[in-house]
């Protein structure tokens, strides 16, 4: 069974350009999540999608960050603009309920 | 390759009592962190306890505390006087520079 898959693996943008990060979750997995770690800080929280809505979005840290779930399959997350406290790992994982997820690989975003 | 291993998939816990999740991991390097992350069910990832492998003393978090054998490159978590609202499942996580890897996952559950 595929796991959580996220793309691009590594993205590096310049300052004020857009970035969109794609997840594709387990099949079958209702509950979607958007996390990051931005350096040297702990992993934070950013939103829980079930389905196609928004479970819980009270991390995303402004509105230069737009996450959406297509169908309630794969979901996306975009920055736009970026900016330079925006670098870090972007993790996604996807849950088929309560007490167990599996989380993404991380997609790698640098911002020059 | 950085390797976080968890060999306990579920384990249970009576209230009141402690309980102590195990972890290994695999690393050539000297300069890491070590995390214990929950997630409550249906409910975001919380950090738990956080080590920085180049200090000696152990790391504590009121009821929450660590057991960290770095020659042996273990990092267990103590719980004690387990609570009904630390059901979860716990993560593991190593860190280092950018590169992040969490282990499958235990699944506590605190028995009334």
């Known amino acids: 069974e595929a796991g959580v898959t996220q793309f691009p693996s590594h993205s590096v943008i310049e300052k004020g350009q857009t970035v969109t990060l794609r997840c594709d979750p387990i099949?079958?997995?209702?509950?979607l999540y958007w996390y990051r770690r931005v350096m040297g800080k702990e992993i934070k929280f950013l939103l829980h999608?079930?389905?196609?809505?928004?479970?819980?979005e009270s991390g995303m840290p402004n509105n230069r960050f737009l996450a959406e779930r297509t169908g309630g399959t794969y979901s996306t997350l975009k920055v736009q603009p970026a900016e330079l406290e925006d670098s870090g790992v972007y993790f996604c994982?996807?849950?088929?309920?309560?007490?167990?997820?599996?989380f993404g690989e991380g997609s790698w975003l640098t911002v020059v | 390759a950085q390797t976080v291993t968890q060999s306990q998939p579920e384990m249970s816990v009576q209230e009141a009592e402690t309980v102590t999740l195990s972890c290994t991991y695999d690393?050539?390097?000297?300069?890491?962190?070590l995390f214990w992350y929950k997630q409550p069910p249906s409910r975001q990832m919380i950090l738990v306890i956080r080590?920085?492998?180049?200090?000696?003393q152990n790391a504590t978090e009121n009821r929450f505390s660590v057991n960290f054998q770095k020659a042996a490159k273990s990092f267990s978590l103590k719980i004690s006087d387990s609570q009904l609202g630390d059901t979860a499942m716990y993560f593991c996580?190593?860190?280092?520079?950018?590169?992040?890897?969490f282990g499958p996952g235990t699944r506590l559950s605190v028995l009334p």
């Open positions: 690393t050539s390097e000297n300069n890491y962190y």
């Open positions: 080590q920085e492998a180049y200090k000696q």
């Open positions: 099949s079958g997995h209702d509950n």
């Open positions: 996580a190593f860190e280092y520079g950018q590169n992040f890897v």
């Open positions: 999608f079930v389905k196609e809505s928004k479970q819980d």
């Open positions: 994982a996807s849950s088929p309920g309560p007490n167990t997820i599996y």
